[in-house]
């Protein structure tokens, strides 16, 4: 069983589009990330959520809206994608708020995300 | 500002050669220091990390990384290259605040 897994993997579309990515854990984890990793391969945090609460949000352009269901699902919406949206998405999990000493965090596969 | 430099964007090795991969990270207080592994189209793994309890940590693979305060430096070792090492390697910091600091990556070449 996929620990984190994230749909879709491949994601194309145009400027100005909305698209949703989403993103399950099956680990039972209290926190939920995405990550944006650009083509330099440089990995950046976006959000970070804790038990459905907003505890990350890193000067993100606020056409970028996370929602967290439950604490088993994050999901990205994106609206009017530019041209700069285009990178890998990844969700990650750990357990607890500042569990980074005790828990790793569980990447998943990414989904790659292009805009023409 | 907290970061995490690591020298090299790219390392060539031949197999069975000793693999460094560097990374210095910049603080004033005791950081959480994390390896990751990232193999192509899939997410990051870690490989090993260190919690201020033994200085050397061993992780999965063969790998291990040295904590040197004096140097503020968490290399990446392994003795002996295998083909199936070839991916990109990150390494990271945490100050046990919610954030996870990634460096810009090591790509790991292997050559037969």
């Known amino acids: 069983d996929t620990a984190v897994s994230q749909t879709p993997k491949y994601l194309v579309t145009q400027m100005g589009n909305d698209k949703s990515i989403k993103c399950e854990q099956n680990l039972g984890h209290d926190t939920m990330y995405w990550y944006k990793q650009d083509s330099k391969k440089f990995l950046k945090i976006m959000f970070s959520y804790n038990n459905k609460e907003l505890i990350i949000n890193e000067t993100v352009p606020n056409r970028f809206s996370p929602k967290s269901p439950d604490k088993a699902h994050l999901n990205l919406h994106i609206n009017s994608l530019e041209l700069g949206d285009s990178a890998v998405y990844f969700c990650a999990s750990s357990q607890g708020k500042t569990g980074f000493h005790n828990s790793p965090l569980h990447f998943g596969n990414g989904t790659r995300l292009t805009v023409t | 500002a907290q970061s995490v430099t690591q020298l090299g964007s790219h390392v060539s090795v031949s197999e069975g050669a000793l693999v460094l991969l560097r990374c210095n990270y910049s603080?004033?207080?005791?950081?959480?220091l994390f390896w990751y592994v990232q193999y192509p189209n899939q997410g990051l793994q870690l490989l090993l990390k260190y919690t201020s309890a033994a200085t050397l940590v061993k992780g999965i693979n063969g790998f291990e990384a040295e904590f040197k305060k004096s140097e503020t430096s968490f290399h990446l070792t392994k003795p002996s290259a295998h083909m199936s090492d070839a991916a990109e390697y990150f390494c990271?910091?945490?100050?046990?605040?919610?954030?996870?600091?990634f460096g810009t990556g090591t790509r790991l070449q292997v050559f037969p």
């Open positions: 603080s004033s207080v005791p950081p959480y």
């Open positions: 990271a910091v945490s100050y046990n605040t919610d954030k996870l600091i």
